[in-house]
């Protein structure tokens, strides 16, 4: 009996059309790193500078934040280390960022992991790497109650 799903041409459409998913997925994470890449141009640039951002040993992924409390906010002229990772499917997902420095914060659980809901489910694409830390610094602005660093 004839099956049209074993002819070379049936064959051929199946192997041309996993190629052109492969295709389509590949120009997909192309088009994230280009995404990354316009923001770091933009940001690096300005906070390699100023010395508030760096890369963990030249990986894209991994970055080092160094932030100041806000004036008067609870945690005020207080210096956090942050480090943020960029999963590969960012900017898809939100990075993961964690405060290395020990802090007491409604929104930040005692490994130093963020809760927020703009980091979590409300993240968008177009927020990127720039709206993260304005996130940070606002949550250090908010904290949302008589919240002080923990000792070390």
Known sequence: ???FESTDVYLAFQKRKHSVV???ELYRILED???IERELKNLLLKAVQSKL??????NLQEYDIYLVGPKGSAYAEQKFTVEMFLPESYPRVPP???FITKIKHPQIDQYGYIRNKYLGDKWSPSFGIPATLMILLEL???PCGDIRRESD
């Open 96 to 98: 993961i960022v964690r």
């Open 1 to 3: 009996m004839f099956s």
């Open 53 to 58: 951002i760096k890369l963990v040993q030249n």
């Open 22 to 24: 492969i295709a389509v």
């Open 140 to 142: 250090l602005r908010e």
């Open 33 to 35: 790193f280009r995404h």
